[in-house]
């Protein structure tokens, strides 16, 4: 438990953390990569350079201080993230490093303003915080890990099979090297891929959708192609030129908090944009083959018709289902981009609401969506990377 005066203390420096979290984050970073270069082997190192990373830690970081007399309040946002470090390999031996370098950073940044008192007082409130997601991370590896065919951190994969979904997305099939049975997994969870690319000096990884309903015998990820000169490209980029079919990936297990509530039987509406329909493609399979009576309005949207992946597989299994709509645009092709208009007439009222694509996209879905009456309760949304900020209206 903290003492209430370092719970005044934490609380009163929320403002200033409010005014300097990036820079704070961002010296953070710095330092600590500097001197445990080893964690680029775990860090996006796209998010890194783009600052969302920063920006996100800055945020959570404020709202740890904004609650600290009742961390119960951001427990939702503390398993979100925690559901990213499972899928990392973040480890217990990790938070002392993060808190000595975190500490480090808001002294140097805040200077003479940060006093003894207040970085005692942060580094006491730090231990509660680690210790909470140590906690929740831990429960989650053995709930994983317990699953029969289960591990922890990373193992090896097999590509089994590389399909061409559309001009810029390819499905990997993947099969466990050690030819064990897979763990199941909730429909629009992902999994992290660690790969060692020639010319790079530390592994890296991204998270991607599994993009099918859950099976034993192997995942399926779909991953969207991005500019070779883009630094959040190099993984996709490499999975599509080099990794070819028996070629061995290291897989994180399934993980995340963005998911099909398969206990309902109530209508869904999908909405995606882009590769945001990955996600959607696990959930639409998975209602298929155990709900096919359930109501369902899948709405996509891409810039045209050669970069739509899964138009037939969706098609074909819309032929067992009972009650489904299946609305498409291109923006390219003349018919637009989802409106509150597309959605007022395809989206199923009194039934949950999935949406998944850029942000800005999500946004303006999202906002659409509490503008006709759906409820913030309704409503479900998934961020590739970092969590950003949505500028939404009052539902």
Avoid at 131 to 153: C, H, K, L, N
Wanted: proline share 5%; net charge negative; charged share 20%.
């Amino acid at each position: 438990m903290l003492s209430q005066q370092t719970i005044d203390i934490v609380k009163s420096t929320a403002p200033i953390l409010a005014d300097h979290g990036v820079e704070i984050t961002t010296v953070f970073y710095k330092n600590m990569f500097e001197a445990h270069p080893e964690l680029l082997n775990i860090f996006n190192h796209a998010n890194q350079a783009k600052g969302r990373q920063q920006t996100a830690l800055a945020n959570t970081v404020y709202a740890a201080a904004v609650h600290i007399d009742n961390l119960g309040a951001i427990i939702p946002v503390v398993k979100q993230i925690a559901t990213k470090h499972v899928s990392l390999g973040i480890k217990p031996e990790h938070y002392p490093i993060v808190g000595e370098h975190l500490l480090g950073a808001i002294k140097q940044v805040l200077g003479d303003a940060a006093t003894d008192e207040i970085i005692g007082a942060w580094a006491e409130a730090y231990g509660v915080i680690a210790d909470a997601f140590i906690g929740i991370e831990e429960e989650m590896y053995v709930a994983t890990e317990s699953q029969p065919g289960g591990w922890r951190f990373f193992k090896d994969f097999i590509i089994a099979n590389k399909v061409v979904e559309s001009d810029n997305i390819t499905s990997f099939y993947l099969k466990p090297a050690d030819s064990n049975v897979l763990p199941t997994y909730e429909a629009g969870q992902f999994v992290s891929i660690r790969v060692s690319i020639p010319g790079e000096k530390y592994l890296l990884n991204r998270q991607y959708s599994l993009s099918k309903a859950a099976d034993s015998d192997m995942y399926r990820i779909s991953v969207k192609k991005e500019d070779e000169n883009n630094p959040e490209g190099k993984v996709s980029v490499h999975l599509h030129n080099t990794v070819n079919v028996g070629d061995i990936v290291e897989l994180s297990a399934p993980a995340g908090d963005f998911f099909l509530d398969s206990e309902k039987s109530t209508p869904v509406t999908f909405i995606s944009g882009g590769v945001g329909i990955t996600p959607m493609m696990s959930m639409f399979d998975t209602i298929a083959k155990n709900q096919p009576s359930r109501s369902v309005s899948f709405i996509y949207s891409a810039r045209n018709e050669s970069l739509h992946p899964f138009d037939k597989d969706i098609r074909s299994l819309m032929e067992t289902m009972e009650d489904t709509k299946y609305v498409t645009l291109y923006s390219d092709g003349g018919d637009g981009v989802i409106t509150k208009d597309v959605l007022a007439k395809h989206a199923i009222q009194n039934g949950d609401v999935y949406v998944c694509g850029p942000a800005p996209f999500m946004e303006a879905m999202i906002n659409h969506l509490l503008e006709l009456g759906y409820s913030n309760e309704k409503i479900h949304f998934e961020f590739f990377g970092p969590a950003m900020h949505l500028d939404l209206v009052q539902a």
